[in-house]
């Protein structure tokens, strides 16, 4: 399990999730961009925070599709800038993407909440650095 550790945290702008939003799902601007900047700014142990923003984007429904895949890319973006990940290959459909993706289901269907989803993202979290690690072994041993 990853542990976070106590640091200065960098936090995604509205035009960096628009952006990610227009480079990975559609060119589409938010339908709802104040409730998408509310999300943003919602914002502090690092892994509930970034449950904190995935909740936020996928409930406030910014967009007129793509919020579970944006909170997902968002969160993920979130917990790299600061040192984790949650997805190997963002959008990618591997284990670790596609138990990210039920478990937010799960948080839009009110089965989990945030607090749940943040524990769910600090048990599946690895460093940066180790999935860098895990990527040159398989590369070495492939």
Known sequence: MATATTKTFRFLTLAQVIK???SLISNAK????TLLDSAIASPMNIFQLAANLSEEI???HAYQDGNKRIALVAADMFLKINGYKIQRKPMAHDAM?????DALVLVATNQWDAKKLGEYYESIAKPVQELSADRAHHYSTG
């Not at 938010?30 to 961009?33: A, G, I, S």
């Not at 993407?97 to 993706?101: H, R, T």
């Open 58 to 60: 996928m409930k406030n």
């Open 30 to 33: 938010p339908t709802q961009p």
């Open 97 to 101: 993407n596609d138990g990210v993706a």
């Open 20 to 22: 990610l939003h227009s």
